[in-house]
């Protein structure tokens, strides 16, 4: 779905996020602002905290007539903590706001962790029960079309955030999704042993912080690295369920898509696991940009975006 998302519009190949941290990069993409600007470095802050009369990209549409909602996770969220609450959202930025929660909430204790019991900032991961439709992003995708039925009825200009909390850890989705991914042809990235000494000091400590995902038997890396595959599927398949509504509604000719991430990913390229680092693993992010009438699609820019 995301691949054909890509052929319908212009893919950015070399689109990069200003702070590859959800709070800080989410709080920057939302407000057109550096870090610098906002003075939001830390996860958890608000980004009224900082710039407490900052008017949001969300904000900039409803005072142009736009309904704005957000379903999901599109300012900073303890993820899986926070999910069916507020989070750190920002109220100010929406006139509807929902924070849906799944049966993926509910099977917490059958997760395996590097650390058990800690799902958020280590690897973790569960073939897990249940069909698309009952985990947090099936019902993100169910609100999200609801809404688009609303607007469509309604005739209402609508700005809609759809955040979608995979592929963060906890690797947590319907089992059909690993299946999809055999183990036993998983290759795990590996360095050679002297490899840190050609990297600066900050570079190698950002490396070796987590030191749980240090030197993982390869048979933990590849099943850490199956689910990772498997909640790319999983949410692929929710993205195309939103796109299909906009579509049989009618809607896809009237409206801009934008897909992105607030950052990149290491699965086992340096030796390091997720996120946190300037490595273009963690740094460069997705970004799609698909809307009526743009003229020849299918096109890729390679100029440095952010």
Not at 132 to 148: M, N, R, S, Y
Not at 258 to 286: A, C, W
Request: one cysteine or more.
């Amino acid at each position: 779905n995301i691949d054909k998302l890509a052929k319908q519009g212009m893919m950015f190949t070399n689109a990069f996020c200003n702070y590859p941290l959800c709070g800080p990069s989410r709080a920057s993409m939302m407000t057109g602002l550096y870090p610098d600007q906002t003075g939001h470095y830390q996860l958890r802050d608000y980004i009224r905290q900082h710039v407490p009369d900052v008017i949001t990209m969300s904000q900039n549409f409803m005072r142009q007539g736009y309904t704005a909602a957000r379903v999901g996770k599109m300012y900073h969220y303890d993820n899986p903590g926070g999910i069916g609450t507020p989070g750190h959202d920002d109220s100010a930025s929406w006139n509807e706001r929902y924070y849906p929660r799944g049966i993926d909430k509910d099977i917490e204790d059958k997760i395996f962790s590097l650390k058990p019991g800690r799902f958020g900032a280590t690897l973790s991961w569960l073939a897990a029960e249940g069909k698309d439709e009952e985990h947090t992003d099936g019902k993100v995708a169910t609100q999200a079309i609801g809404l688009l039925t609303k607007y469509k009825e309604t005739h209402t200009p609508f700005f809609l955030g759809v955040g979608f909390y995979k592929p963060h850890t906890p690797f947590v989705a319907p089992a059909k999704y690993f299946d999809l991914y055999n183990v036993n042809n998983i290759k795990v990235p590996h360095i050679d042993n002297d490899y840190f000494s050609a990297l600066p000091e900050p570079a190698v400590a950002g490396l070796q912080y987590y030191k749980e995902q240090l030197n993982l038997p390869d048979s933990l890396a590849r099943r850490a690295i199956q689910g990772y595959y498997a909640t790319i599927s999983f949410l692929d398949a929710q993205v195309g369920r939103v796109l299909s509504a906009l579509d049989s509604l009618g809607l896809r000719d009237n409206t801009i898509i934008v897909f992105t991430s607030d950052h990149g990913y290491h699965m086992g390229e340096h030796g390091y696991y997720q996120k946190n680092t300037l490595f273009e693993n963690s740094d460069r992010i997705p970004m799609i940009i698909s809307y009526p009438g743009m003229g020849q699609t299918g096109k890729i820019s390679r100029s440095i975006v952010e």
